[in-house]
């Protein structure tokens, strides 16, 4: 069942969304070649723990971090590690945040070191198309405008679209219903209602979007190598321009 939000409730997600830019932002300072993604999920842990705040992804479905980092050709989902990220990386750490019962989501892709042009311009290309898609997250729009806003854009600068893994519903649990797909037709899909609460976390990658699951059952990679990148935000649906809750630069 999709829900919509009182007031009261956004607000309570809206604190979990403060600790959560909070700390993204001080991952932005640790980020470089030699560090680990194993030490930024303990930062991560750590961080919450200090806030009173609780790392909602652990023990989902036997998840065991407080993060997903994806490196590289990683798509989504990978677990944290022990191997140094090395100059020219491009590393997604993306979390959950759990805040008096109130929750907020958001990953981001961040240069380690001296990322190659393509790199950084897939990452560019990416963002941007969260926003693309997020310009269209308003009451009486329908879901696939956001997708097709999404995909018509990263498709046009020659990179795709993953199409396995997509947005979804927020609160009162990790994943709520509606489904949001980043690719899709004008017009089409369920319509969006003041009070919803959503993520949009467009995945693009450098080549194919297809996917493959590695043995671990989380990770998924891109079929061809290349890179991928994502960025999320939770968003409020409002009679006007949404409500980007973890916004990092308000």
Same mark, same amino acid.
């Given at each position: 069942?999709i829900?919509r ?8 997600m809206?604190?979990a969304?403060d600790?959560?830019v909070a700390? @993204?932002?001080?991952i932005a300072?640790m980020?470089?070649p030699g ?7 303990q ?6 723990e200090? @806030?009173?705040?609780?790392? +909602? ?9 407080a993060?997903c980092?994806?490196?590289n ?5 990978g677990?944290p590690r ?9 590393v ?6 759990n ?12 240069a380690?070191g001296k990322?190659?042009?393509k790199?950084?311009?897939l990452?560019?290309v990416?963002k941007?198309?969260?926003y ?5 997250a308003k009451a009486?729009?329908?879901?696939g405008?956001?997708?097709?806003a999404?995909?018509t854009?990263?498709? !046009? +600068?020659g990179?795709s679209?993953?199409r396995?893994f997509?947005? @979804?519903?927020i609160g009162?649990?990790m994943h709520e219903?509606p489904?949001i797909p980043?690719?899709?037709?004008? !017009?089409?899909?369920?319509?969006l209602?003041?009070?919803?609460v959503?993520?949009?976390?467009p995945?693009i ?5 297809k996917s493959?699951?590695?043995?671990n059952?989380w ?5 061809d190598k290349g890179r991928?990148?994502q960025? +999320? @935000?939770t968003?409020?649906?409002?009679k006007d321009?949404p409500?980007i809750l973890?916004?990092?630069d308000?």
């Amino acid at each position: 069942m999709i829900t919509r939000k009182s007031k009261r409730e956004v607000e309570q997600m809206q604190e979990a969304a403060d600790i959560l830019v909070a700390c @993204h932002k001080e991952i932005a300072k640790m980020i470089k070649p030699g560090i680990t993604t194993m030490e930024i999920d303990q930062f991560v842990e750590s961080f919450l723990e200090r @806030h009173d705040a609780i790392p +909602e992804q652990i023990g989902f479905n036997g998840y065991e971090y407080a993060t997903c980092a994806s490196i590289n050709d990683e798509i989504c989902h990978g677990f944290p590690r022990n191997e140094a990220l090395v100059d020219g990386d491009i590393v997604t750490i993306d979390m959950v945040v759990n805040y008096k019962g109130g929750l907020a989501d958001s990953a981001w892709t961040y240069a380690v070191g001296k990322v190659d042009e393509k790199g950084l311009r897939l990452m560019d290309v990416t963002k941007k198309s969260l926003y693309k898609g997020i310009e269209q997250a308003k009451a009486g729009n329908r879901i696939g405008d956001i997708g097709h806003a999404i995909q018509t854009y990263a498709e !046009g +600068e020659g990179f795709s679209v993953v199409r396995e893994f997509t947005g @979804h519903g927020i609160g009162p649990t990790m994943h709520e219903p509606p489904h949001i797909p980043h690719f899709g037709e004008q !017009g089409k899909g369920i319509r969006l209602k003041e009070g919803m609460v959503i993520t949009i976390e467009p995945m693009i990658n450098e080549g194919e979007w297809k996917s493959k699951m590695d043995d671990n059952g989380w990770t998924a990679r891109t079929v061809d190598k290349g890179r991928s990148a994502q960025y +999320e @935000h939770t968003l409020v649906i409002t009679k006007d321009e949404p409500l980007i809750l973890t916004e990092q630069d308000k």
